[in-house]
C-alpha cells in the first residue's frame, strides 16, 4: 500500500521532481499547473499556471531555486521555486510540443527535446539557445539527460539511443529496442546507460560501446519512466501496465510485488535519500512509496491478477537476457 496518495490535480499528471532540501514533491499536469507538495500531502503555497497550456516535463535546477517547464505549444517556462513566479518571458524555439527537459549538472544549460525532432540547448541565464538544434535521427526526442559528470548527454525516440558530446556531436547511436525510446537514465559513474520503450522492456547498455549487457522483461505495456536509486543498487519502472517495478541490479532480478495505480503511470521519481518513491498518471494522483516496504512487500492474495491483461503468476511473465560479449 501507498504511504500517502496525494490529490489536487484535475487532469493527467505528466511530470514529477522531488526537492532534496525539504524532501517536497513538485508535479505538473495537463491541467496547466505545477503544484508543489509535502511529502504527506499538504500542498505548499498556491499552484503556479502558465499561459501557455498544459505543461508537460519538467527538471528543477541543481540549487533547487528554479524549474524549467516544457509547453505543448513548445515554448519552455522558467519559474522561481521560492516565490512561484515565472522569470521572464517564454523562451521559444520548439516547433512543437516539448517531450524532455534536463539540466546539466553544473547549472549552466538546460536541454530540451521535442515532438520537431530537434534537441536544443539554452543558457538558463538568459534564455538563448547555446548552439545550433540538433537534429536527430530518430524522429521526435521522447528523452534526454545529461551524463552526472556533465561532459555528455543521451538522447532517445524511435528505436534508438544517443550519445552525444558536449559539443553536440554524435559518439554512438544505439540500436536494440523494437519501438519507441521513452525514458533515460545513466548510472551515478557515468559507465552505463539504462532505457525504457514501448516494446515493453528496460535495457542496460555499456556508454563506451552502445553494448546492450540486459534485458529485463516483466511490463506487459510499454515502459513510460525510469529512475534509479542514489546508490545504484535498484532501478525503478512505470508502465501503462497499471504498474510500478523495482529491479535489483546485481540480481537483475524484479524485488518484491508489482506496485499498483488505478490507471497508467506516466512518471516515477525517486526522492534523493532513497527512502521514498513517488508515481502519478492519468488518474490525476501522486502515489508516495516506501521503497524499504516495497522492496519487502508480498501479496497474500494474487494481487497480480488484477493487472489489466496480464497473467496471474508473475513467473509466467519475468525474464531477463543477460549479454556479455
Known sequence: MPECVIKGHSQCIWSLAYLGTSGNIMSTSEDSSIRQWKRNGDPVEKPWYSDGGVIGPMAVSPDETMVIGGSIDGRLWLWNVKEGSTIGDPWEGHDDVVRCLDWSPDALEIASGSEDGTIRRWNPDTGRQIAPPIKTSHGWVYAVK????????VSGGAGAICIWSKDSKLRIEIKGHEN??????WSKDGAYIFSGSRDHTIRKWRMIDGQELVVFRGHTNPVRSL??????SHIVS?????????????TNQLVGDP???????????MSPDGKYIASAGPDRKIYVWSLEAALNWHRADDGNAKLKGRPARLSNILNVDLHFN
Open 146 to 153: 545529461y551524463s552526472p559528470q556533465g561532459d555528455k548527454f
Open 227 to 232: 529512475c534509479l536509486t542514489p546508490n545504484d
Open 180 to 185: 519507441w525510446v521513452t525514458s533515460l537514465c
Open 259 to 269: 506496485l499498483l495505480h488505478d490507471d497508467q503511470v506516466r512518471i516515477v521519481a
Open 238 to 250: 512505470a508502465s501503462n501496465d497499471c504498474s510500478i517495478r523495482i529491479w535489483d541490479l546485481k
